[in-house]
């Protein structure tokens, strides 16, 4: 089924989409009605939406050490937003056209950390990272990895990458998430997740 089409059938018309920049983001305007909770219909809105590609985050633990793999790395919209210009993550990048999540996770890892897997990753969510405005969907994973051997600069140099591994026990992280240290909103959810499970995964290292 075509936008129109599924829109439609989602109580929604789809009058107009139009492209108005197809870079590296690309965006695209759309004019649409939509029918109200009171079972009226909206006049005509103007929304344009930044079109993301899907993608996969994963959060490396390692439950014999209690330790986490995370990443740093210069995110130019977070300096002009006044936030740290070096921002601490998980690992995350887009899933490549016709790539399965789980082989995106594997290459992300090993592409931004250099760590192995060990064991079948475990899906943590499915979501929309900014629906109000972006179609991104992030593939959110955690997988299990020795972080003994873990640290280094990593990044594909024909992206321009300049990646630096931080791992650091597990204390450390859950008080990152709490005194703003941690500003992505991927990887708190990814260290909420881990607080929840935290126990199970260290009773089956």
């Given at each position: 089924?075509?936008?129109?089409?599924?829109?439609?059938?989602?109580?929604?018309?789809?009058?107009?989409?139009?492209?108005?920049?197809?870079?590296?983001?690309?965006?695209?305007?759309?004019?649409?009605?939509?029918?109200?909770?009171?079972?009226?219909?909206?006049?005509?809105?103007?929304?344009?939406?930044?079109?993301?590609?899907?993608?996969?985050?994963?959060?490396?633990?390692?439950?014999?050490?209690?330790?986490?793999?995370?990443?740093?790395?210069?995110?130019?919209?977070?300096?002009?937003?006044?936030?740290d210009a070096i921002q601490v993550e998980i690992v995350a990048g887009r899933i490549d056209p016709g790539e399965p999540p789980?082989?995106?996770?594997?290459?992300?890892?090993?592409?931004?950390?250099?760590?192995?897997?060990?064991?079948?990753?475990?899906?943590?969510?499915?979501?929309?990272?900014?629906?109000?405005?972006n179609t991104e969907r992030l593939h959110l994973y955690c997988a299990i990895v020795d972080a003994g051997a873990a640290g280094?600069?990593?990044?594909?140099?024909?992206?321009?990458?300049?990646?630096?591994?931080?791992?650091?026990?597990?204390?450390?992280?859950?008080?990152?998430?709490?005194?703003?240290?941690?500003?992505?909103?991927?990887?708190?959810?990814?260290?909420?997740?881990?607080?929840?499970?935290?126990?199970?995964?260290?009773?089956?290292?």
């Open positions: 089924m075509d936008d129109a089409g599924r829109l439609r059938a989602e109580g929604y018309t789809l009058l107009a989409h139009d492209r108005c920049h197809d870079g590296f983001l690309k965006l695209d305007r759309y004019q649409v009605r939509h029918r109200r909770f009171d079972g009226t219909t909206t006049p005509v809105l103007d929304r344009e939406i930044v079109v993301g590609a899907d993608c996969v985050g994963v959060l490396l633990y390692d439950p014999v050490h209690d330790a986490v793999v995370l990443i740093e790395q210069f995110r130019l919209p977070a300096a002009v937003t006044g936030e789980l082989a995106a996770v594997e290459r992300e890892v090993r592409e931004e950390t250099g760590c192995v897997i060990l064991g079948a990753p475990e899906r943590i969510a499915v979501a929309l990272i900014s629906p109000g405005y280094g600069l990593h990044g594909l140099a024909t992206e321009d990458e300049d990646i630096r591994v931080l791992v650091q026990p597990y204390d450390t992280f859950a008080a990152w998430q709490t005194d703003g240290r941690i500003a992505n909103l991927f990887t708190l959810h990814a260290g909420l997740w881990l607080a929840l499970n935290r126990d199970r995964l260290r009773s089956g290292a």
